[in-house]
């Protein structure tokens, strides 16, 4: 699905768009004319059905230079392994997670709880040696198309978004970190946090922000930022703001 001239969903499950496989994050590819940064990987499952998506816009893998991983949740980072080995690009994380991405530790990623519940009972997390770590403001550059983080703790132990200027918007992607309407999503999971979450949250909404692309639902082209806020401003009263539609 095309978005704006330079950025499309490659890939959606049921928490989002339907697209591809079910259990597949927003998967956001962004066009820098001399090849594509990718925000997020989907689960890694039945990926003929991204590979369609990417063809039917007239592109392939190895047109990806750079994957950002959001966090290191199965949904999000379980298709980069795939995805490098046929691109050869690099793959990015947030510096606390990427040793987990790379060596597929189960436990550390939590899918070890959601085998056979979310997760198929045989799924396991590929390998993905290499995952390049990421800090607070650190810039990941393709062709035209510069993207810098922002880190995020709360949802996962250090989940990361990414923030940058295409076609003229401001555009913030968050993965599982907030969504429209100031949803967020708290599970269950040993690296949750709260309060880091909510000052993370609080950082985030100050940045100017038109477009609002979260890993899960909708997205949002204008006034972005507003959604931001809200969670921000749950968190500002002691409070927690609603969890992501799909989950509440
Ligand atoms: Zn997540």
Redesign the pocket.
């Known amino acids: 699905m095309k978005i704006t001239d330079h950025i499309y969903i490659v890939a959606s499950g049921k928490w989002g768009f339907g697209m591809t496989h079910e259990l597949d994050c927003n998967a956001y590819l962004v066009d820098g004319g001399d090849g594509c940064i990718l925000i997020d990987a989907g689960v890694g499952l039945d990926t003929d059905r991204m590979d369609e998506v990417l063809a039917s816009h007239g592109f392939s893998l190895p047109d990806i230079r750079a994957v950002m991983l959001t ?1 290191y ?1 199965g ?2 980072a379980c298709g980069a392994a795939r995805i490098r080995e046929a691109s050869g690009c690099d793959v990015y994380a947030p510096s606390p997670e990427a040793e987990a991405i790379s060596t597929g530790d189960e436990e550390a990623t939590s899918l070890a709880l959601a085998k056979g519940s979310l997760y198929p009972a045989d799924f396991s997390y590929p390998r993905c040696p290499g995952v390049i770590g990421l800090n607070e403001g650190d810039e990941v550059a393709v062709g035209d198309v510069t993207l810098s983080v922002r880190m995020v703790p709360g ?2 132990l250090c989940s990361m978004a990414i923030y940058g200027a295409v076609d003229g918007k401001k555009c913030l992607f968050t ?2 970190s907030v969504f429209v309407c100031g949803q967020v ?1 708290i599970q269950s999971l040993k690296d949750v946090s709260i309060f880091p979450y909510a000052q993370a949250m609080k950082r985030l909404a100050e940045l100017e922000t038109d477009a609002l692309f979260p ?1 899960h639902g909708v997205f949002c082209l204008e006034n972005g930022g507003s959604h931001v806020k809200a969670a921000a401003d749950r968190f500002a009263t002691g409070l927690i703001p609603p969890q992501l539609y799909y989950f509440a």
């Open positions: 966090h949740h949904d999000h949802h996962s993965g599982d999503l890993g």
